[in-house]
């Protein structure tokens, strides 16, 4: 279970997010929604244990999350690859494991290659893994991100806009992979988005954020026009 109580998050003493209190189960999606600046990334760096800086109550199954993330994987927004090391799809998969065992080194295991290569056939990418990841579409791209981030077991997965900069019918593709993610595996999730309408069928939960927690509760509860205009004015 994921427990925040009074989370302020700061950036020096400058209030990011103020006062957020929420519970997620461990098989539940929670869908993060704001407007630009509202805290998001902030929040969601904060559950991975990448940003310490608050004051209040953050656990992550019973732990801070600096000490949970073991069993964390964090999809970052906008992810840049060195182009002048030209990796193999499996490669950037694999590499994520490696980098959470504290490896940095070239020569994959055999047995990292085999858990590369199931984990990129769950999201129906297995025929591309010797290609160059930088050959691939924004919608693949995302996919081999999602490889990457299950393959060290996560029982938490934070992804920050994983749809965003995709056309319609890459984020088709992405939320059938989140939906099978959600089903076949059951981890909890985190997920950032400007436009829950693609989401809302994996999303048990949405919270709305703009600095404080404007509204946290089911889809049904959340997303009704006098909650959302709070936030983002009549035109929306
Ligand atoms: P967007 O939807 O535009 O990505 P967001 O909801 O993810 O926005 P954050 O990126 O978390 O919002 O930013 C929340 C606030 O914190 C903003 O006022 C932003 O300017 C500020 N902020 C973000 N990163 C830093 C930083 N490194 N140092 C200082 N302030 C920051």
Do not use: C, W
Not at 161 to 167: K, M, V
């Amino acid at each position: 279970m994921i427990i925040a109580e009074n989370l302020t998050i700061y950036y020096d003493r400058q209030k990011a997010v103020e006062n957020v209190t929420f519970k997620l189960d461990s098989d539940q999606t929670l869908l993060l929604l704001g407007p630009n600046g509202a805290g998001k990334t902030t929040l969601l760096r904060a559950v991975a244990g990448l940003h310490q800086n608050y004051k209040g109550t953050l656990l992550v199954f019973g732990k801070p999350p600096i000490e949970s993330r073991n069993v964390i994987s964090y999809v970052p927004q906008s992810y840049s690859l060195n182009e002048r090391v030209p990796l193999t799809v499996i490669e950037v998969v694999a590499m994520g494991a490696l980098y959470k065992r504290g490896l940095m080194h070239f020569n994959i295991p055999r047995n990292l290659l085999r858990e590369a290569t199931e984990a990129l056939e769950f999201v129906g990418l297995g025929s591309l893994k010797d290609k160059r990841f930088s050959e691939l579409s924004g919608g693949q791209k995302q996919r081999v991100l999602l490889a990457r981030a299950l393959i060290s077991k996560p029982k938490l997965l934070l992804l920050d806009e994983p749809l965003s900069a995709l056309d319609p019918s890459a984020r088709v593709e992405v939320v059938s992979v989140l939906a099978k993610i959600k089903q076949e595996i059951g981890l909890a999730m985190i997920i950032t988005t400007h436009d829950p309408n693609p989401l809302t069928e994996i999303g048990d939960k949405i919270m709305l954020l703009n600095k404080e927690l404007i509204a946290f509760g089911s889809p049904e509860e959340v997303l009704r026009d006098e909650i959302i205009t709070k936030v983002y004015g009549s035109q929306s």
